[in-house]
């Protein structure tokens, strides 16, 4: 019996943004989700808008298997992951742990096949476009927050929006441009 997507299918009962009070919470697995859409429109907008050449496929799903090792760790809060360098990088061996550990849940024909979404080089660029998809995901959750009037995500959301716009990526700057001013909008604007 192998437990890898049982483990996966647990993604829906982590939940992020523990340490704040939210209007609607969310889990892990909606927010990978989210992720992969993003990320799949910023592969979408360096290829075509941009003349670039990102690999589609891998760029979604490394989103969307972005956040398994969460499944083994839970989702440690920001303040907390990056509080100083011995942290960060304490945190990220026992993220890379799981992940190993996750991985081994696969038979062995599968596990080649996974490891390169589910533990990426992350320094490849269609990992990056999924690191801004994941910033930009906690941004669009803190302008959620903000429009039903939880002022408990607006520090997070200047800091997130000053992040974002002087990130050196242009395909964060389109979509921020382009595609985030609707998500303020009611469902009568939408429409």
């Known amino acids: 019996m192998f437990k890898f997507f049982a483990y996966l299918n647990r993604m829906k009962n982590i939940k992020r943004w523990s340490l704040m009070r939210s209007v609607r919470e969310e889990n892990i697995m909606e927010h990978s989700q989210q ?26 799903l490394l989103a969307q298997y972005h956040e398994v090792g969460e499944v083994i760790t839970g989702d440690l809060p920001t303040p907390i992951k990056y509080f100083n360098p011995e942290i960060k990088n304490a945190y990220k061996d026992l993220e890379k742990n799981a992940c190993e550990r996750i991985l081994g849940m696969l038979p062995e024909s599968l596990t080649e096949d996974y490891r390169k979404y589910v533990v990426p080089d ?70």
């Open 35 to 60: 992720v992969a859409v993003i990320a799949h429109a910023l592969a979408l907008i360096n290829n075509k808008i941009f003349g670039g050449n990102i690999n589609i496929e891998d760029t979604v």
């Open 122 to 191: 992350e320094n490849s660029a269609e990992y990056k476009l999924v690191k801004y998809a994941d910033r930009l995901s906690a941004y669009l959750k803190c302008v959620e927050e903000v429009s039903a009037g939880n002022s408990e995500f607006k520090k997070a959301l200047k800091s997130i929006e000053k992040e974002l716009k002087n990130s050196d990526s242009k395909e964060v700057e389109y979509y921020m441009r382009e595609f985030v001013p609707a998500y303020s909008l009611s469902l009568d604007e939408l429409d």
